[in-house]
């Protein structure tokens, strides 16, 4: 069965920096695209960074763009989200699951697979 993994959030203040980790199994991020999406409390899931290493279709979202990178680790089975300068704007819950569709404007998943970690960041 597929799992997702999601760790690294924390209470940040603004201006410090996180790096988001993801752990899959079941299939691995190397084969397929690569994405972080976000969620807000009373707000929807927004795409964050996207990656497909095969087409070389990227998406990041202007808000991140600059200070959010997102890369592969070592083993084909993880994902990192390195996020600098964080802002109060960039609290919620992070996940990593695979896109479906990417292209420079438009990133989209509908398989989450895990719990997300919490990223909070105070003024």
């Known amino acids: 069965e597929v799992q997702t993994v999601e760790s690294g959030g924390g209470s940040v203040q603004a201006g410090g920096s996180l790096r988001l980790s993801c752990v899959a199994s079941?299939?691995?991020?190397?084969?397929?695209?690569i994405g972080w999406f976000r969620q807000a409390p009373g707000k929807e899931r927004e795409a964050v960074s996207c990656?497909?290493?095969?087409?070389?279709?990227?998406f990041t979202a202007d808000s991140v763009k600059g200070r959010f990178t997102i890369s592969s680790g070592d083993a084909k089975n993880t994902v990192y989200l390195q996020m600098n300068d964080l802002k109060p704007e960039d609290t919620g819950v992070y996940y990593c699951?695979?896109?479906?569709?990417?292209?420079?404007?438009?990133?989209?998943?509908?398989?989450?697979w895990g719990r997300g970690t919490q990223v909070t960041v105070v003024s």
């Open positions: 699951a695979p896109p479906w569709v990417i292209s420079s404007t438009r990133c989209e998943a509908d398989n989450f």
């Open positions: 079941g299939f691995t991020f190397d084969d397929y695209a």
């Open positions: 990656f497909s290493r095969h087409d070389k279709n990227e």
